[in-house]
């Protein structure tokens, strides 16, 4: 047993040095496939850190962000007519007459309509006796470049029978009378050709606006403002012309100080002794006027006392 051990032992170490004498570092044999090699990667097995990366998304900011952090600009126009009353108009009893205008409310020698002549003038007006004036005008709302004065309107922006029809029916008469010559207000009182003017009438932005559309914006502010600072109401279909004008005209505008509001005083006495406001007592006390009374109020003396009671419009 011994020496069959003794054999084993040599040939095995006979073996080793066989092995080893076969191997040398300037061999060019290959490795035979019993010897164990790390695998080169492939083109269909691309190695995990190899893999190429996506550039990162561009940053978005939603509409919701972008409209938190850039503020609405406000639009003056949307205050203005969330300011007026939606009401109906007033029928019947206007005239022209109670409305006292043009006035020289300053004793300087020019009535309201030559003190707007002067300064709508685009160029250096002259002033000639009693006032008269000569410039040059633009008329805003046809577009018209004018240098005769007796071609120009001053346009009340509100007519004054819209602006009866509006509320006015109630104002006392010096109420009226400082509305018929606002200067202010710059967008009160405007000069204009007479053919416009006359096309204007007493039309409201319902079924009137101007034909020069750069003005448009700026028409619809004066009309906005003018009603605000006279506590004047609008009626459904202005309101509706006024909603669908005013999101086109965004922007700053100047909101104008409210003017003093008179209600009632006396009355204007009838230049022919019938009431210039309403044809008849049924009108009079549609409007919530009357009844009237002999000795208290003048409107008496308006109507006919049928039953002789001393007491008329009842």
Known sequence: MRRSGVVALVLLLAGCFSIANSYSPTSTQTATPTQTQTPSP???QPEATTEPTSEPAPETVSPQVAEATEPKEPNTLETLLAELKIEPEA???YDRDLFQHWIDADSDGCNTRREVLIIESVIEPGIGDRCAVFGRWFSAYDGRSISDASQIDIDHFVPLAEAWRSGANQWSSSTRKRFANDLGFSGSLIAVSASSNRS???QDPASWLPGNSEFL???TYN???VKYRWSLSIDSQEALALADLVPGCAGKYEIPKKAEIVIGGPAPKPSNGLD???SSCREAKAQGYGPYVSGVDPEYGWYRDGDSDGTVCE
């Open 91 to 93: 029928v019947g009893g």
């Open 200 to 202: 204007k009438s007493d």
């Open 42 to 44: 492939t083109p269909t």
């Open 223 to 225: 009309w906005l403002a």
């Open 217 to 219: 914006c700026s028409y």
């Open 276 to 278: 210039p406001r309403f």
